[in-house]
């Protein structure tokens, strides 16, 4: 996490995705409790030191909440539907999600 960009190594086609921090976004991750010789943001228990699966968690989130019929992938997809009223966001997020975001003032750019 440097210049307020997130890099994700490790993606599911393969590639390197950067996500850009808003203010409230950085503030939120740099105050977040460290695990002292960690340097994950959201550390695991098991030997790899980072979390590996989330699934339990938001579940028992979703049950609390009452939430039927929705998976964290579901989240992404709303992300990605707040960005297309608009089309007012950084490039940079823009183009991480270009192919699935039809926006018709893009080639604008």
């Not at 994950?40 to 049950?63: E, I, Q």
């Not at 992300?79 to 009223?85: G, M, T």
């Amino acid at each position: 996490m440097d210049n307020r960009v997130l890099t994700l190594r490790e993606t599911k086609d393969g590639t390197t995705a950067r996500v850009p921090f808003n203010d409230e976004v950085w503030l939120t991750f740099t105050t977040l409790d460290r695990v002292d010789g960690n340097t994950h943001v959201f550390p695991g228990r098991g030997p790899s030191g980072r979390l590996d699966n989330v699934k339990k968690s938001f579940n028992a989130a979703l049950t609390l909440a009452k939430i039927e019929n929705f998976r964290f992938h579901d989240l992404r997809h709303t992300f990605a539907s707040h960005l297309v009223p608009s089309c007012e966001v950084d490039p940079i997020s823009l183009d991480t999600y270009e192919w699935r975001i039809p926006c018709p003032r893009r080639s604008a750019r």
